[in-house]
């Protein structure tokens, strides 16, 4: 399944962390900003932090602290 920018409705790739495409995210929100946003969303997706109280199929989570 291929997700869209919810902005511009552009195709984006499945592994992105979130469903806005690059050049709606520097217009938005500056190149800076946007790269960071976009690495603690992959860090947060890759750790399981962004399936919290998901009920479907959920990866496995890191251990609690």
Known sequence: MTKKCSFCKAEISDDSAFEVC????????GEK???????NMKK??????LYQGSVTDVPVRRKAL
């Open 44 to 49: 947060a997706r890759d750790v399981g932090d």
């Open 33 to 39: 900003m946007f790269n960071a946003i976009d690495d």
């Open 22 to 29: 690059k050049t709606c995210g520097h217009k938005i929100w």
